[in-house]
C-alpha cells in the first residue's frame, strides 16, 4: 500500500514539475512549439498528434494534440483552437485543456516577417483519487475496505485554471526563430482545496536555420535538398532541456531529422549529457503530411519501451501558396 501511495506522489510531482508535454515531432508540427504557427501557411489546416511514451512500464503515458487554425489574407492574421490531452496510466491522472489562438503578421524588411501570437485556454485536472487506497479506510476488524477517508487530499480531486501565453517568431523565407512563453498568469494547481501552488512559467527558445551549401551544387539531387539546423530551448522552475539537431527535406514531400535531447544547465552531477535522442520522419502527398518519431533514451532505464509519435494533418488550400501574394513560414 505504501508503494502505491509513493508512485502516486512520484507521478504528481513529476505532473507538476515539468506540466508541459514535450513533443518529438515539433519540428514537423511546429503548431506544438508556438501560437505564431497558427495560420503560418496562409491556409486553413487541421491536424493531430499521438504520443505513447513507456508503454512497456508501469509509467505508461499517453498524449494527444489536435489543432484547426485558418488564415484571413485581408488582416494578415490567423486564427485556430486546439486541444491537448495527457493521461498516466498508474494513477490515473489525466489533463485536459483547450485554447483559443490569435496571431498577426508583420512585413519588417524586404525578406523578413515578424509573427506575434497570444493564447487563452482552460485547463482541467485529475488525479484519480478515487484509485488510491489509503490506511484509514483498510477495516482490519473485519476485513472491509471503507468508501470514505479523512485524508484532507481528497477534498479536492479536480483543479480548474485560466491560462495565458504569448509567443513572437521572426521568419523568412528559409530559416525562423522564435520564442514562447507559457502560464503567464502562473495559474494555481494545487491539489488542495485551500493550496496555492502556482505552475511555473515555461520558456522556450526555438530555431530552424537553413544551411545553403547545396545551393552552388548544380546536380539534380542537390537542386531539389535542403538541409536545416533545429534547436530548441525549454526551461520551467528548475527543469531544462536543449533539443538540438538536423534536418533532411528532398522536394518538399520527404523528410527525416534527428535531435540529441541534453540539460545545458546541470541540477545533478550525474546528469547524463545527452539524455535521449529522437529520430523522425515526414511524408507529404497533395494536401496531406504524415509524421512518425521514435526516442530513445541514452541512460540507463529498463526496457521502456521508448517514445512513439504519429502525426497527421491536411491543408485544405495546398494550391494557395503558389499565388505571390505573402511569404509563410517555412516548414516540412
Not at 23 to 36: C, I, M, N, R, Y
Amino acid at each position: 500500500m505504501k508503494k502505491i501511495i509513493l508512485l502516486f506522489f512520484v507521478f504528481t510531482s513529476l505532473a507538476s514539475y515539468s506540466q508541459d508535454v514535450i513533443f518529438s515531432q515539433a519540428f514537423l508540427v511546429p503548431e506544438t512549439l508556438s501560437s505564431s504557427f497558427t495560420g503560418a501557411i496562409r491556409s486553413t489546416k487541421v491536424g493531430s498528434v499521438f504520443r505513447s511514451q513507456w508503454r512497456n512500464s508501469a509509467f505508461k503515458t499517453t498524449s494527444n494534440y489536435a489543432f484547426f487554425d485558418t488564415w484571413f489574407e485581408g488582416y494578415k492574421t490567423g486564427l485556430g483552437v486546439s486541444f491537448l490531452n495527457q493521461t498516466e496510466t498508474p494513477t490515473s491522472y489525466t489533463f485536459n485543456q483547450v485554447n483559443l489562438n490569435f496571431a498577426m503578421a508583420f512585413q519588417i524588411s524586404d525578406t523578413w516577417f515578424f509573427r506575434p501570437s497570444i493564447s487563452a485556454g482552460f485547463g482541467m485536472k485529475n488525479y484519480g483519487f478515487q484509485n488510491i487506497l489509503l490506511e484509514d479506510q483498510i477495516n482490519l476488524n473485519n476485513n472491509s475496505i471503507n468508501t470514505s477517508t479523512l485524508d484532507p487530499l481528497l477534498l479536492k480531486s479536480q483543479r480548474n485554471f485560466f491560462d495565458f501565453n504569448s509567443s513572437i517568431l521572426f521568419n523568412n523565407e528559409d530559416t525562423w526563430i522564435g520564442l514562447t512563453v507559457k502560464h503567464l498568469n502562473k495559474p494555481n494547481i494545487s491539489l488542495t482545496e485551500n493550496g496555492n501552488v502556482p505552475l511555473e512559467v515555461f520558456w522556450s527558445v526555438h530555431a530552424k536555420y537553413y544551411l545553403p551549401f547545396l545551393e552552388n551544387n548544380r546536380t539534380w539531387f542537390a537542386s531539389k535538398s535542403k538541409v536545416y539546423i533545429l534547436s530548441n530551448f525549454m526551461k520551467q522552475g528548475s527543469f531544462n532541456r536543449l533539443d538540438i539537431g538536423a534536418q533532411y527535406v528532398f522536394e518538399d514531400q520527404f523528410s527525416f531529422g534527428l535531435t540529441a535531447a541534453t540539460s545545458p544547465i546541470k541540477n545533478n552531477e550525474n546528469n547524463s549529457l545527452i539524455s535521449s535522442i529522437s529520430t523522425f520522419a515526414g511524408f507529404r502527398w497533395q494536401g496531406f503530411r504524415f509524421g512518425y518519431s521514435y526516442d530513445f533514451s541514452t541512460t540507463k532505464l529498463l526496457n521502456t519501451g521508448g517514445i512513439h509519435e504519429f502525426s497527421v494533418s491536411y491543408d485544405f488550400d495546398i494550391n494557395i501558396r503558389k499565388l505571390d501574394r505573402y511569404k509563410c513560414v517555412p516548414f516540412f
